[in-house]
């Protein structure tokens, strides 16, 4: 029956699609290597080491796991603009997690840590998945947090795109590794 919400439904596919997302999100570090460094890859997957080309690496597994279980619960879903705000508000809280997380340990504690690069990763996509869960359960929205919401994701889109190939000479850009920017 179209309309029907089932929360215990949905909430099981928020669980699995963690560990879905953290999987392929950990695939897409090295999809810009296996496709032979394709320019064209290089707008969906990191270029480089920057932390900025790192941040692309949970958008579009949380992006593909919305909207593949859109498909699967579509009948239990009764508000498709709510459903794709919240996979958007996924993404961000997770990439804006990642952030925050790797600044704080190695701007303000000095450590590089593959360890911590991973857990940050776990604990984004767990906070945004649990977050847009709740938005999307239990909150009203009015037509300006959409707005706000699609103006800011977007434009994260438009930026990653844009600054793999015209990318600010930042330290947010600049690959620890190569000293390179981008790809450059």
Do not use: C
């Not at 793999?164 to 000479?169: F, L």
Request: overall charge positive; aromatic content about 18%.
């Amino acid at each position: 029956m179209k309309g029907v919400f089932s929360i215990k439904q949905i909430k099981k596919y928020h669980l699995w699609g963690i560990i879905f997302i953290v999987a392929f999100s950990s695939l897409m570090h090295f999809v810009f290597d296996l496709s032979g460094k394709s320019k064209i890859v290089g707008a969906i997957a990191p270029v480089n080491e920057s932390l900025w080309e790192h941040l692309k690496m949970p958008l579009l597994p949380i992006m593909l796991w919305w909207i593949i279980t859109y498909f699967i619960l579509k009948r239990q879903i009764n508000n498709l603009e709510k459903w794709i705000l919240s996979g958007m508000i996924s993404s961000l809280i997770t990439i804006l997690f990642i952030a925050a997380f790797y600044y704080t340990y190695t701007g303000a504690f000095g450590i590089h840590s593959v360890v911590l690069d991973i857990l940050s990763l776990i604990i984004g996509v767990i906070l945004g998945q649990l977050v847009a869960l709740k938005i999307y359960t239990d909150l009203e929205l009015k037509t300006y947090h959409y707005l706000i919401i699609y103006i800011i994701f977007f434009s994260f889109v438009f930026l990653f795109i844009i600054f793999t190939y015209k990318t600010p000479h930042l330290p947010l850009f600049k690959d620890q590794t190569t000293g390179s920017y981008g790809l450059n």
